[in-house]
């Protein structure tokens, strides 16, 4: 029986393609829209995430002043990072930065870019990797050597044709070597270009760039933490130590700020996560309507195909039969809209996430989800219809004009 | 003979009270196997209302209808379904086919709510459009036939599950001369050569001519119910 009433469904809908295709078009926006939108948003939340592990996982940056913008609070000394790499428990890794911005030039070529005075502890901090040569050592650090280690940006610009290693690049009055080419990271989650840089020791850049030996001068340092240590205990650490190194006393703020990037990775993701559910929630919404639409269009279409009900039953159709045959009916529309929204928002998430640049993950899950939720609406929604169409009574069926 | 059809007091009331209106008032009537009957008369008269209690759409208020032993006035909705896809063929005067819907596919219509397999049922119609002489048409869907092809793809649709009776409701009414006497002749022939019994309703004398008993009704009772001495023969 119920195989019968599945061909007899088919037929139905085979029969009448435009009437198929305006009951479902709801069902497939609806699903569409909600596997588009968690998809996007899952791409979105991992984008995030390997942003900022672009930067550095497991990175704190120790800032003066407090927030993100310039600051007249004091800047940091190497005898800080010297502390904090003794004193603080569960770090990896301390290095210092300084930075500076000048005009590199090679030959005909020139551009400005951010000069990064640091040690070797700084590569593995900010997942660097070589492309091309070497990092530098510390004896380099200690020497003050006039070697650099340059961006993928500033190759292309730089020396766009040739090998680049012991090539010189002019800084100011200084002249320093590239031993190294690092491997691209691309653009940070901000738009700034991680590549667009020339890394020295930060001797080189104390002794000649900034053409002063002031002790107080580092504008950042970085710490890396060990994996399975918390780093709110190390953020706590660094507070305190620090405050006790600039004997700030009890009513008074913290002059410099510790950023967590794992912290700030987890509120991104977690603003991104909520922002996703509400929007998967309007989405959901619109499914809904979208089963309306089905209800709407068979509820019409038991009216108009009255007379054919009519006449199944005068040839021995039973009102269950009839009702079954409804109901698959809807729900094979329902199914089928769900499938092609599926596969309409499989190419609409291969599009967007081009377009804005985040990953596309394929989801299983929210899939079979919107694949279920469509054939529950379809059973939901075609119940009605169905009912009504097997209450019928034969003879003012065939009656009815 | 024995009786196919017996009803005994058959009565069909509409509505309650003083809106009550007798559309049946105690009819009496034997029908054999093999018969072909018109049932004539007014409008209003209530022959279609003891078509649709013969075809067993509908269940009287009152009175006895046995169709081939079985109390039909005792079943159940389901139950008369049952009946009408295991004994019974319909053919109406609108043709009632499915638009859009191959001939073949109309007539193997019954033969889907009977379960038959997808090769059984492809056989059988082909048969049955075969032998109302439409073997050609199978792939046209109603709006590409005439009215006396639709007509004949509805009753090949009727006779596929090859029932004992077929109630033809006006089968003529939306059809020329010409096209109606082939339609009669086809019903003749299914009556004379399968010994199908034919229950026939109709208001035109030359169309009730081609029954071998006619009976009248006339407000809620049988008038006259004679055997029809001038009967048209099949013209082939």
Known sequence: ???????????????????????????????AAVVTLVTLGRGATESVKAQIEKVGSNLLTLRPGQGWGPSAAPLFSMDDVEVIRKQIPGIRAVAPMAMTSVQA?????????????????????????????????????????????????IRKELFPNGDPIGRKIRL?????????????KGQAGWGDDLDDNIIIPITTLQRRLNGQLSKQNLGQIMVSTEDDYPSEAVVADLNSLMRERRNLSRSEQNNFSAFDSRQIADAVSSSTKVMTSLLAAVAGVSLLVGGIGIMNIMLVSVTERTREIGIRMAIGARAREVMLQFLVEAVTLSCVGGLCGIALAYGLCVWLAKLVGAPFLFDPKINGIA???????????GFMPARRAASLDPIDALRHE | MSSLIELRDLTKTYGRGDAAFK??????????????????????????????????????????????GIAVESLNKDQRSLLRRHALGF??????????TSALENVELPLLYRGYSRKQRHDLARKALASVGLPDKERNTPSELS????????????????????????????????????????????????????????????????????????????????????RNTPTH
């Open chain 2, 91 to 100: 053919i109406f005067q609108g043709f009632n086919l499915l638009a859009r």
């Open chain 1, 105 to 153: 030039i090679s030959g005909e070529e020139a551009r400005l870019t951010d000069i990064q005075g640091t040690t070797p502890d700084y590569f593995p901090i900010a997942n660097w990797e070589l492309s091309d040569g070497r990092f530098f050592d510390d004896t380099e650090v200690i020497d003050g050597s006039t070697v650099a280690v340059i961006g993928e940006t």
């Open chain 2, 147 to 230: 009215g006396g092809q639709q007509q004949r793809v509805a009753i090949a649709r009727a006779i596929v599950t090859n029932p004992g009776t077929l109630f033809a409701d006006e089968p003529t009414g939306n059809l020329d001369t010409r096209t109606t006497g082939e339609v009669m002749d086809l019903l003749c022939r299914l009556n004379e050569d399968l010994g199908i019994t034919v229950i026939m309703v109709t208001h035109e004398d030359e169309v009730a001519r081609y029954a071998k008993r006619i009976i009248h009704v006339r407000d809620g009772l049988i008038g006259s119910d004679v055997a029809n001495p001038r």
């Open chain 1, 371 to 381: 694949f279920v939720f469509s054939a529950a609406i379809g059973i939901l929604f």
């Open chain 2, 23 to 68: 559309a049946l008032r105690g009819v009496d009537m034997d029908i054999g196997r093999g018969e072909f009957i018109a049932v004539m008369g007014p409008s209003g008269s209530g022959k279609s209302t003891l078509m649709n209690l013969l075809g067993c759409l509908d269940t009287p208020t009152s009175g006895s209808y046995r169709f081939d």
């Open chain 1, 172 to 184: 100011l009055n200084t002249a320093v070597t590239v031993i190294g080419v690092t491997v691209a």
């Open chain 1, 1 to 31: 029986m119920f195989w019968n009433a599945f061909i007899i469904a088919l037929r139905e809908i085979r029969r009448n393609l435009t009437r198929a295709f305006l009951t479902v078009i709801g069902v497939v926006i609806g699903v």
